[in-house]
Structures are given as structure tokens and as C-alpha cells.
């Protein structure tokens, strides 16, 4: 696992992959299949690995956070960037930074907590973190009323910030006066789009930030990669074409549920046995999993 401060090239250098965590049918951490999710992305070409809502990580008990920091130090490649994630609740996001002090890894994701959160409460919560971790942030801008501009060029201007994944999304991703200010204010270098391969061509092109995060790279990680290699080549049709073949999923997730679909896809694709959800989640029906699993196949398919 790489241990160094996120690089402006580490950023760049690959899709940002969101995994699902696989789990045992009594809910611990199942570390082979976790390890054959970690390895069939790595062999596709990905290096970077976020662990989030995808993951579960919401929902993770304190008391396990420590395991799971150990298992995925231990499941990946020593050249790939592991970046575990915290919170969403302040108290859950303190504890978890004082393991996280004691550990190489080089930061961590702040889940994003709705609705019970003021800027200036998220701004400092987020220096909390930092000072406690010992070690720079990842901001996750998901939804409006969590953290204003001006809020994050503090945070960026004072070293808190190691990158940000935004994530607002929009029926016209091309219009998004958020972005539009964000990317003046911090520069483009270290802001990542956090919605998959669709509104990535928007985000990279024509906002220009660094690169895209991606939940169905988990199916696909060599043409995800592919399409991260023609969107800085500049060959818009090639990346028009990517987009093409993930969209069946990607639109499947956005029907029924991101993670929950995801999950299932993994499995059915036969990477690796990914168990039930936590709760409060819970699985796909038989016809939904059906459906899933043709279109993940097709998708595997393809790269």
C-alpha cells in the first residue's frame, strides 16, 4: 500500500475506484473476497481505491474499524493507494481518527452528513479531523447546504484538504455555477468527479478537474481506464463510446440504489462473493439480481 502524500500525479495516474466490501453471511470482513474485488482492479490497471458509501462505511461499527484498516493494508498491491473513509456522525469521525493516527495511510474520505450540519460546524469538524488523524482530508461534496466555497479554500489554503471528490449532481452537469466557482477558487488539481463515467466527460473537459471516481470500474477496470486514457487524449468519440457500454448498469443503479446494485453486479459477475449488506441495507430481489447480472456479465464482457 502506498504510504506518501497524495501526489497531484497519483490523482491524474487513475480512475478512482469504489469498491462494495464483501462480507460473510455473519457479517464479518471476508478477506478473500475483498481480496479478489482489490485484484481484479489492480489488474485492470487501477492503483486507487477509496472505500466509502459504496463500502458501507456509513454504517461500519467503530469497533471494526481498526480490522478493516488491517485488511486492506494487507489485500493490496504495495504501489496502490488505499483510501479508507469516516463518519458520517462527528463523535464516530473522532474515534476513527485516533486509529487512524497510529496507521501509514496517508488520509481519509469524511463521509458526508446531511441536513444536521451548518458550513462553519462542517469546516471545523473537518480540522478536528485533521488535527486529531494527523494527516490531511478528503472532502466529499455531495449535496448544497454542506460546505460553501469560501469554506473550502480555507481548508485547501491551510493544508487540510489532501483532495476533493464533488459530487453534486445536476439534470445539466454542464451547468453547475458550484463547480464553476469551486474551480476558481482551489484550482482544478485536486478536485475529482465523484458521480462515475457519465458526467465525467463534462467534469474533466470542459471543468477540468484531474479525474473521476467510479463505482463500475469494480466490473470493467481496463476499459474504465480506457476511457480515463481517452479523455486525456482529447478523443471524445472513444470516450462517447465507454460511457456507452457502462450506462446499462450505471442506470440500473440509479433506478434501484447505487451500492445495492453494485454489491450484487460484483457478485454476479462472478469477481467475488460479496455477502449481504450491512444493515440497515439490505439485498436486491431475485428479479432485480436476475436483471443485474445479465448486464454486469455483458459489461465484463466487454473489456
Known amino acids: 500500500m502506498q504510504t506518501a502524500p497524495i501526489s497531484n500525479e497519483d490523482l491524474a495516474g487513475s480512475v478512482i475506484s469504489v469498491p462494495p466490501l464483501a462480507r460473510n453471511e455473519d457479517l464479518s470482513l471476508n478477506v478473500e473476497a475483498n481480496q479478489r474485488i482489490v485484484k481484479h482492479l489492480e489488474a485492470g490497471g487501477v492503483t486507487t481505491l477509496l472505500y466509502g458509501g459504496n463500502a458501507l462505511l456509513y454504517h461500519v461499527a467503530p469497533s471494526e474499524f481498526s480490522e478493516l484498516l488491517s485488511m486492506l493494508e494487507t489485500i493490496a498491491a504495495p504501489d496502490s493507494l488505499v483510501i479508507p473513509s469516516v463518519g458520517s456522525a462527528y463523535g464516530m469521525m473522532l474515534d476513527q481518527a485516533r486509529v487512524l493516527r497510529d496507521t501509514q495511510y496517508p488520509t481519509a474520505m469524511i463521509l458526508p452528513q446531511p441536513h444536521v450540519v451548518t458550513f462553519d460546524g462542517v469546516e471545523r469538524g473537518v480540522r478536528d479531523f485533521v488535527q486529531t488523524a494527523g494527516k490531511p482530508a478528503v472532502v466529499y461534496i455531495k449535496q448544497s447546504g454542506y460546505l460553501e466555497v469560501e469554506h473550502v479554500k480555507r481548508l485547501v489554503d491551510d493544508g487540510s484538504v489532501s483532495w476533493i471528490k464533488y459530487a453534486i449532481v445536476h439534470e445539466d452537469p454542464t451547468d453547475d455555477e458550484f463547480l464553476t ?15 462515475g463515467e457519465q458526467p465525467a466527460l463534462t467534469h474533466v473537459r470542459d471543468f477540468g478537474v484531474t479525474c473521476f471516481t467510479s463505482g463500475c470500474v469494480c466490473i470493467a477496470p481496463a476499459l474504465s481506464m480506457q476511457m480515463l486514457a481517452a479523455l486525456r487524449a482529447c478523443d471524445y468519440e472513444e470516450v462517447n463510446r465507454i460511457r456507452g457500454v457502462f450506462k446499462p448498469l450505471e442506470d440500473l443503479r440509479n433506478a434501484i440504489n447505487p451500492v445495492r446494485v453494485l454489491h450484487a453486479a460484483v457478485q454476479e459477475a462472478e469477481i467475488a462473493v460479496t455477502g449481504p449488506l450491512l444493515p440497515f441495507m439490505s439485498d436486491v430481489s431475485d428479479a432485480q439480481r436476475e436483471q443485474i447480472g445479465a448486464v454486469a456479465k455483458a459489461l465484463l464482457g466487454q473489456q
Do not use: E, F, K, P
Not at 466557482?181 to 458521480?195: E, F, K, M, N, Y
Open 181 to 195: 466557482r469551486l474551480c476558481d477558487a482551489v484550482g482544478t488539481q485536486r478536485i475529482v468527479s465523484g458521480i
